[in-house]
């Protein structure tokens, strides 16, 4: 099981930190991944971080503003966002993949969490 949360309401420019605890098994070989889906439209890919954390991967509306970072022995994986602007708003999912790789498609994620809501307000 995988429960995000650090969503809220923050007003543009402004940071938040989501945070993705995995209960039940552990997903320390599994890359995980952010995906986020704004109301009307499809889940989209966020940001992937390898089982190593070696490796991370971010979609270009994010790279230079979001940080994708784990930490095994909790079990959990963090997304730092700065710089949020309107567009970033969207319920944010966390998920884990089949791979150890970094992963940047939906299917390849058979394992997902709740979301959580991140609005900004510009």
């Known amino acids: 099981q995988l429960q995000a949360s650090g969503g809220g309401l923050v007003q543009a420019g402004g940071s938040l930190r989501l945070s993705c605890a995995a209960s039940g098994r552990t997903f320390r070989s599994n890359a995980m991944g952010w995906f986020r889906q704004a109301p009307g439209r499809e889940r989209e890919f966020v940001a992937t971080?390898?089982?190593?954390?070696?490796?991370?991967y971010y979609a270009d509306s994010v790279k230079g503003r979001f940080t994708i970072s784990r930490d095994n022995t909790k079990n959990t994986v963090y997304l730092r966002m700065n710089s949020l602007n309107a567009e970033d708003t969207a319920v944010y999912y966390c998920?884990?993949?089949?791979?150890?790789?970094?992963?940047?498609?939906?299917?390849?994620?058979?394992?997902w969490g709740q979301g959580t809501q991140v609005t900004v307000s510009s």
């Open positions: 998920a884990a993949a089949r791979s150890t790789l970094t992963v940047v498609t939906t299917r390849g994620y058979p394992y």
């Open positions: 971080i390898s089982g190593s954390s070696s490796y991370t």
